[in-house]
């Protein structure tokens, strides 16, 4: 495993996954640019906000609804499944359907539900279906171009949405917030790109750590969502296995079952800590006591300090900090990081059986 072989990265990697992953800042910034040139018709008087999506549709609404909940007035509620929430109904309530592709069955479903319960309605998508009935009920769409995986188009599932509910009057304007994340994140990728060799880059390092261990990410407040994300990416990129406890909900359950079986986690798995200086202080706290238990119990652990002088810099440095580590774990595996041949073969499966 020599993650310093670039000769490697270019034969396990012939979609370029890792220039999606160097243009994600920028990506970032041209998706808030966007949102605030798309066309906009009066939405108002709404009081709640529903975000319909999944997999890598849904990660960028998972970190708008962490960023914004500290100051936006109204309930913002994530929904990862068919049809809708029961109280998704009538005009007060914002129904936003998001799909990288357009043809996502869930998301789908949420449309038509929305549509028939007469919620107000934006969707945001490259196209597909849910830009074709976009157009035939004459909802509001936004469309991006994007060519490569929805899990790469993260900069845009977040970054649309922030630029909308800013020109909704429910959170203040982020332009300054968001070019000093861009600028942060530029900064943190001096020392994680491919280029830049082991000793020195902290994402290859971790990486090396993780092989042949199930990865353990535990997080809380905003980069409750990176935590989320960094266990998609190790899945899809890394094809490992993963998963993700959230603090302070952990301390009262997950801590207790370190007992039995026996020996099922130590040598072979790796419990990881994000923190960031947003964290609320008891949650900072709990995070070094929880990660001592762990460690009493025989766990090797490891924390990740997020980079950046505000929350939002905090949750997308560790953002790509993450996609980084899981490229380099998935090099490191021997692994194309781009293709899902086990997805792709359920959807197929699924679309089958209907």
């Known amino acids: 495993m020599n993650l310093d072989d670039l ?30 040139k798309q066309p906009l018709p009066e939405i108002k008087d709404i009081r709640s906000v529903v975000i319909s999506g999944v997999g890598g549709s849904a990660i960028g609404a998972d970190l708008l609804a962490a960023y914004v909940q500290p100051a936006c007035p109204i309930p913002v509620f994530v929904h990862r499944d068919y049809n809708l929430p029961g109280f998704a109904s009538g005009s007060e309530t914002l129904v936003i359907c ?3 592709s357009g043809n996502t069955e869930e998301t789908l479903s949420g449309y038509e539900l929305a549509l028939k319960r007469g919620c107000q309605l934006l969707s945001i998508s490259r196209g597909g279906k849910l830009g074709d009935l976009s157009a035939k009920n004459k909802t509001p769409f936004w469309k991006f ?8 188009a993260v900069g845009f599932s977040f970054g649309l949405l922030l630029a909308l ?31 830049i060799p082991t000793a020195k880059n902290p994402a290859k390092r971790y990486a090396g750590q993780l ?6 990410i535990m997080a809380s407040g905003y980069l409750a969502p990176v935590a989320r994300r960094w266990k998609g990416q190790i899945n899809e990129i890394a094809k490992a296995a993963a998963q993700f406890e ?6 009262h359950n997950t801590l207790q079952g370190l007992m039995s079986p026996e020996n099922t986690l ?5 419990p990881l800590f994000l923190r960031a200086p947003s964290d609320h202080p008891r949650n900072r706290l709990r995070s070094d006591l929880t990660r001592k238990v762990f460690m009493l119990e025989g766990l090797n652990t490891d924390y990740v300090d997020a980079r950046g002088d505000s929350p939002l810099a905090h949750m997308w440095t560790s953002v790509l900090f993450g996609d980084y580590m899981a490229y380099y774990l998935a090099s490191a595996y021997g692994v194309d990081p781009t293709p899902i041949p086990a997805l792709e ?4 499966s699924l679309s089958e059986a209907v």
């Open 7 to 36: 000769d490697r990265y270019k034969q396990i990697d012939p979609q370029n996954m890792v220039g999606h992953i160097d243009g994600l800042p920028d990506q970032l910034a041209s998706a808030w640019e966007l949102g605030l």
């Open 98 to 100: 998001s799909s990288h």
């Open 145 to 152: 171009e994007h060519d490569g995986q929805p899990r790469a």
């Open 165 to 195: 509910f800013v020109r909704l009057g429910l959170i203040e304007d982020q332009a300054g917030s968001l070019a000093s994340t861009v600028a942060s994140m530029k900064k943190a990728q001096t020392s994680l790109t491919p280029d």
């Open 211 to 216: 092989m042949g261990r199930l990865v353990i």
């Open 246 to 251: 959230l603090l302070p909900e952990a301390d």
């Open 266 to 270: 130590n040598a072979h798995s790796m």
């Open 345 to 348: 073969s359920f959807n197929k």
